[in-house]
């Protein structure tokens, strides 16, 4: 049996982090979900995201012994998903992971079968959201906005998600995604 892994992409202030800290909590205890942290290189004191903090170097390290199943860059940072991800997939579980848009393509040819829920919001929601978290500069957030719409997903694989209510829905919403996919690749 082979499991899910299922890519939660979109850009910056759709409320990925939001959507899948929900989910985690309301599956907590359920075998079938795993929802692992990524290694980024943002210091360890930044908590706007639930994520393992390294350096640089440890990055550049762990990416050339093959430690991540994925890798990539996006906004200066490096973002890693460590391997385990792969025992669990082995065991059949669906793995949840807050992913790069950009990598979705190879993660299509090296993982199977592989379901991307695509999380967007209105241009207006997006740029109040990135403002509201105070972690980006104004250049910043406008070249975030301008990447919002530089992807354009589509095919089998992909689910989308307009996450314009509030946390409460937008997490229900994401749960019955999940739950579709989950059912779909039984």
């Given at each position: 049996?082979?499991?899910?892994?299922?890519?939660?992409?979109?850009?910056?202030?759709?409320?990925?982090?939001?959507?899948?800290?929900?989910?985690k909590a309301?599956l907590?205890g359920?075998?079938?979900?795993v929802?692992p942290?990524?290694?980024?290189?943002r210091?360890?004191g930044?908590r706007?995201?639930?994520?393992v903090?390294?350096s640089?170097?440890?990055?550049?390290?762990?990416q050339?012994?093959?430690?991540?199943?994925?890798?990539w860059?996006?906004h200066?940072?490096g973002y890693g998903?460590p391997?385990?991800?792969?025992?669990?997939?082995a065991?059949?579980r669906?793995?949840?992971?807050?992913?790069?848009?950009?990598m979705?393509?190879e993660?299509r040819?090296r993982?199977s079968?592989?379901?991307?829920?695509?999380v967007?919001?209105p241009?207006r929601l997006?740029?109040?959201?990135?403002?509201a978290?105070g972690?980006?500069?104004?250049?910043?957030?406008?070249g975030r906005l301008?990447?919002?719409?530089a992807?354009?997903?589509?095919?089998?694989?992909?689910?989308?998600?307009i996450?314009d209510?509030s946390?409460?829905?937008a997490?229900?919403a994401?749960?019955?995604?999940?739950?579709?996919?989950r059912s779909?690749?039984?």
């Amino acid at each position: 049996m082979t499991g899910t892994l299922t890519l939660i992409v979109g850009p910056s202030g759709a409320g990925k982090d939001t959507l899948i800290g929900g989910a985690k909590a309301a599956l907590a205890g359920q075998w079938r979900f795993v929802f692992p942290l990524r290694e980024i290189t943002r210091p360890a004191g930044d908590r706007s995201e639930s994520h393992v903090p390294i350096s640089e170097a440890q990055f550049a390290e762990r990416q050339a012994r093959g430690a991540y199943a994925l890798s990539w860059r996006a906004h200066g940072l490096g973002y890693g998903v460590p391997r385990g991800i792969e025992d669990a997939l082995a065991a059949g579980r669906t793995v949840v992971v807050n992913a790069s848009r950009g990598m979705v393509p190879e993660a299509r040819q090296r993982f199977s079968p592989l379901a991307v829920i695509t999380v967007s919001a209105p241009e207006r929601l997006l740029q109040r959201r990135l403002a509201a978290r105070g972690r980006e500069r104004d250049e910043d957030v406008a070249g975030r906005l301008r990447r919002a719409t530089a992807f354009d997903l589509d095919g089998p694989d992909v689910t989308t998600l307009i996450n314009d209510t509030s946390p409460e829905r937008a997490v229900a919403a994401f749960l019955r995604c999940l739950h579709e996919l989950r059912s779909v690749a039984a």
